[in-house]
């Protein structure tokens, strides 16, 4: 359904422009209304995205990608990187959590800036 090569393109671009999309603004840029099964989806997508780039030494796109509640990944970004990353926080959401995502952010935004 969704074209890892065209998600990662548009994140990267993203990174470039220091920016994130919310979960609905990035299934819009694909032609597609908010739904939780197509938010499920694209986040199978993003982690793939991601285990991808890991393996070529890039800091990780889907932190880019958050909610439009709070402006953090969604809580299955944190518990899906539990066992790649030893730094996460505790808790998914409040400040600590809001500085974590954006270190990661940063790390993306300077990656793909250099690029």
Same mark, same amino acid.
């Given at each position: 359904?969704?074209?890892?090569?065209?998600?990662?393109?548009?994140?990267? +671009?993203?990174?470039?422009?220091?920016?994130?999309?919310?979960?609905?603004?990035?299934?819009?840029?694909?032609?597609?209304?908010?739904?939780?099964?197509?938010?499920?989806?694209?986040?199978?997508?993003?982690?793939?995205?991601?285990?991808?780039?890991?393996?070529?030494?890039?800091?990780?796109?889907?932190?880019? *990608? *958050?909610?439009? +509640?709070?402006?953090?990944?969604?809580?299955?970004?944190?518990? +899906?990187?539990?066992?790649?990353?030893?730094?996460?926080?505790?808790?998914?959401?409040?400040?600590?959590?809001?500085?974590?995502?954006?270190?990661?952010?940063?790390?993306?935004?300077?990656?793909?800036?250099?690029?």
């Amino acid at each position: 359904m969704f074209d890892p090569g065209e998600v990662r393109d548009i994140l990267a +671009s993203a990174a470039r422009q220091r920016t994130t999309f919310t979960y609905g603004g990035l299934l819009g840029l694909l032609g597609h209304t908010f739904t939780r099964p197509l938010m499920r989806q694209l986040c199978k997508v993003l982690d793939r995205i991601d285990e991808d780039g890991r393996a070529c030494g890039e800091p990780g796109l889907a932190v880019l *990608v *958050v909610r439009q +509640s709070d402006g953090l990944p969604g809580q299955g970004w944190f518990v +899906s990187r539990t066992a790649i990353y030893d730094d996460l926080p505790l808790e998914w959401e409040g400040p600590e959590a809001r500085r974590y995502t954006q270190a990661r952010q940063a790390e993306a935004f300077d990656y793909w800036n250099a690029r």
